[in-house]
Structure formats: C-alpha cells, structure tokens
C-alpha cells in the first residue's frame, strides 16, 4: 500500500518507512540494522543507518541507541477527543421520599438539547414514588439547572441541614420553606429557611423503558 509522500523525505527514505509501517510487527522483536538490510535486501548497513537517521530526524522512528536497540516505529501522538457536548455529570440519586445523600462522582450521561438549558447542568437518579403525581418515577433521570434560587412552584433540589438531598416542589413562606411532594399519600415537609439549600431546580426528565 502507497502512502502519500511525506514531507523532507527522499523516495528512498520514503519507501523504507513504508516497509517499516506494513512490516515492522513481523519481527519478533525491534530489527538490528543487520536484520533489515537483509529483509530490504541492503547491501550497506551505512547506507541504510544514513537512511533511518533521516527518519529520526523526521520524528518517525525513535533514536536508536545503547539501551533502545533495534528500529521502532515512533508511537503516533495521541487523539484529541473532543468533548461530547450532551454529556452531563451523573451526581448519584436523589431522593423522591425521603431525604437521601445525593453523591457526586465522575460518570456523565448523554442529555439531549432541548432537555437541558444553556446554564451549568447536572443529573441526577430519582429513587422514590414521592413525586410520581407530577410524571416522575422510580429510576427516571432529571436534569438539573445548577442554581440557589427558586421561585414558588418549580421542583428543586433541595439540601436539607447540609447531609441530606431530596427533590421536591417548593414553596417558601416569611420564616418557613416547605417541600411538597406529589404524592397524595405523601404530607409536606416543613423547615427553617436556613435548614434548606436549594441546590437546583428541574428543566427536564428521561426515562429508560425495559
């Protein structure tokens, strides 16, 4: 296979560099110049050492020396991934009942667009039944807008005494926030304002079906 001609390389330069690419992995170990100028069917190890030090020079194989015998390919550099721009940190689960610890960690999950704002956004799991009257259930993802502020009525994620997360609709009275959850099974919470840090408030939901 031919490949196009790489730049400062003679074409002899350029033909023994693709040898090495397509052939190099044959050798049960890194090629002597011995060894190569007997698979190029060379006649002159100096020639062939004149040839591979153009290639070093070039960046395409590494310096040969004492401790690095034999010839080798240099590694190619590594590949930029660029950032999938849907993805959105998981911060662990969030309780839709009672207060659970939500955990941040490393893994992210895919959030399409629309469900998301142009603000900084996490995920989170819900575990619970408290809010299925508002379409949330047990295991579906929601998408958090990261913010401290809400206004009455949206569903927040709520920091109750510093330890314990829970997602619940709120409603912020003179001297009292009380966290609805929607459920009629389920009564509000009631607490101090300086009890409750709201950590978030709901922009969107996914739901996996089995």
Aim: proline share 10%; aromatic share 4%.
């Amino acid at each position: 296979m031919k490949h196009d001609r790489l730049p400062d390389l003679t074409r002899r330069q350029q033909e023994i560099y693709e040898y090495l690419l397509e052939n190099l992995h044959k050798f049960p170990h890194p090629p002597t110049l011995d060894e190569l100028c007997t698979a190029l069917g060379l006649s002159s190890r100096g020639s062939l050492h004149k040839q591979l030090q153009a290639l070093v020079k070039a960046g395409l194989i590494e310096p040969m020396n004492n401790k690095r015998r034999g010839v080798r390919l240099t590694p190619p550099p590594p590949q930029d991934v660029p950032p999938d721009e849907n993805e959105l940190p998981l911060y662990g689960r969030i309780a839709a009942g009672r207060p659970i610890e939500a955990i941040a960690g490393e893994e992210t999950i895919s959030v399409p667009p629309p469900l998301r704002t142009d603000r900084p956004c996490y995920v989170l799991e819900v575990k619970g039944d408290s809010m299925i009257d508002a379409g949330i259930l047990d295991g579906d993802w929601v998408i958090i807008e990261q913010r401290d502020y809400a206004r009455n009525g949206e569903i927040v994620v709520a920091l109750v005494d510093g330890e314990e997360a829970t997602l619940k609709r709120i409603e912020q009275r003179q001297g009292r926030v009380i966290l609805h959850p929607a459920n009629r099974e389920m009564k509000p919470m009631s607490y101090r304002p300086e009890q409750v840090q709201i950590q978030g408030v709901l922009v969107g939901q996914m739901r996996r079906y089995h």
